[in-house]
């Protein structure tokens, strides 16, 4: 277990009411074609990941259900760079941003300041980015400082996380993320937690058979009503990490 210098862009992406389920992935994906031609974009991340709901969980072909599973959004977008600076953005000209803005409104429900959430990274196991990921967001529990929670998840939950995680089937790779500024209002999450597997089946076999399930006990005492967990599959990927 170990500190990257790695700051984090993670948001919760949820699809404007123009663009049907089934369309959403490949939408989504042209609004990263879209951006790829600002310069600045790219040329500061070090990886990025779209990563679309898994709406029915299989195991070896078979549908399973996994009631805790949330629905409310539509995937998850990841996205690395070494500095803050990098990760921030910014910078664009006015006609630029205007050009950004439309294409947000596209694709999404609402522009993405709005729910994108800056942080950096504590691996507690090292690994490739797999195919899929489990997201945990969590809200800090009613009466608890952002001090009190980044110390239980850093000194604690960390821990238990590295020895959880060991021998899950399939797990590649799981993080720690810690925000950088104060939880925004649509967005309001004091840690997220990424669990990264080989396969989409990995992901559901881990879930229905509790290879998780320390992690996420020792994790609720720090939450408020409001976590939530998605399962998804990569639809979008930049750089081969």
């Known amino acids: 277990m170990e500190d990257a210098e790695t700051y984090k862009l993670v948001y919760l992406a949820r699809r404007a009411k123009t663009v049907t389920r089934e369309d959403w992935p ?4 042209s609004h990263a074609v879209f951006a790829s031609q ?5 040329a500061n991340i070090s990886w990025l990941r779209y990563c679309n709901r898994i709406d029915q969980p299989m195991i070896d072909g ?6 805790q599973l949330s629905v409310a959004h539509d995937g998850v977008a ?7 600076a990098g990760i921030k953005g910014g910078g664009f000209t006015p006609e630029d941003q205007a050009k950004i803005d439309e294409d947000e409104h596209r694709v999404f429900d609402m522009l993405t300041p709005n729910f ?3 942080a950096t990274e504590l ?3 090292q690994g490739p980015l797999g195919k899929a990921a489990l997201f945990h967001f969590l809200p800090r529990a009613l009466g608890m400082t952002g001090q009190q929670f980044a110390e239980y998840y850093r000194d604690r939950h ?6 959880e995680t060991v021998h899950v089937e399939g797990l590649t790779r799981a993080v720690l993320n810690f925000p950088v500024h104060e939880p925004l209002r649509l967005f309001p999450f004091d840690g997220i937690s990424e669990f990264w597997f080989e396969s989409p089946d990995d992901a559901a076999r881990a879930v229905a058979n509790g290879a998780l399930a320390g992690v996420m006990n020792d994790v609720q005492a720090l939450c408020a009503p409001g976590n939530l967990q998605l ?4 639809s979008h990927r930049w750089s081969d990490l």
Request: hydrophobic share 45%; no cysteine; glycine share 2%.
């Open 158 to 163: 960390a821990g238990v996380a590295s020895r």
């Open 26 to 29: 490949r939408t989504w994906r």
């Open 116 to 118: 994108t959430y800056f």
């Open 78 to 84: 990841v996205a690395a760079s070494p500095s803050f």
């Open 123 to 125: 691996v507690v196991k």
């Open 231 to 234: 399962m998804t599959a990569v």
């Open 38 to 42: 600002f310069p600045t974009m790219e």
């Open 62 to 67: 078979k549908p399973v259900e996994l009631p």
